[in-house]
């Protein structure tokens, strides 16, 4: 196959300036705000996102230059493969981030629960829609047993190892 080429829609604003900042996903932070600056020409694209909650925001990781198979991931010792693992160190350094949508003006849109380095280039924004992308039953590997004393898949509650976390951060 042939090399693919991608070019930037846009750019994406958060209160993070290097890789060791954002929370490990954005949920965990739902108070962080983001913004999106769109390029003039896709602004158009925007309309009718508003009535969304939600939109998976999917975007290159920009400070990763590196690439690897197999890594450590935040909340372990051990290393797993890594498209088990959500590291920005993989092939065609891609990230994707689940973010409320707050408000669009103009070319830009506005969100919390970000996750992202600022000055991340944005590659496209899709609407999360809960019929299409809500799976039940779901298994998440290696990472349930740090949300085993949860409960079966509680989005967004915090762990004791994420909470002690915060308290260090300040």
């Not at 993989?90 to 707050?102: A, D, E, M, T, Y």
């Not at 590997?141 to 002690?164: E, M, N, V, Y």
Request: charged fraction near 25%; charge should be negative; aromatic fraction near 12%.
């Amino acid at each position: 196959m042939d090399a693919i080429t991608l070019q930037p829609i846009g750019t994406i604003h958060s209160p993070y300036v290097c890789y060791d900042q954002p929370p490990i996903q954005g949920i965990f932070e739902s108070d962080a705000e983001g913004w999106i600056e769109l390029r003039e020409e896709y602004a158009p694209g925007l309309k009718d996102l508003e009535g969304f909650s939600h939109a998976f925001l999917i975007y290159f990781f920009h400070q990763s230059h590196r690439e690897e198979l197999v890594g450590q991931p935040y909340l372990e010792e051990d290393e797993h493969g890594i498209f088990a693992i959500r590291s920005p160190h993989r092939p065609n350094h891609l990230g994707l981030s689940v973010v409320r949508i707050q408000k669009i003006v103009d070319n830009r849109l506005y969100f919390t629960e970000v996750d992202v380095v600022d000055g991340t280039p944005l590659l496209d924004i899709k609407p999360y829609v809960t019929y299409f992308d809500r799976r039940d039953n779901v298994a998440c590997g290696w990472i349930d047993r740090h949300f085993a004393d949860l409960g079966p898949q509680t989005p967004g509650h915090s762990p004791p190892w994420l909470q002690k976390q915060k308290r260090e951060r300040g």
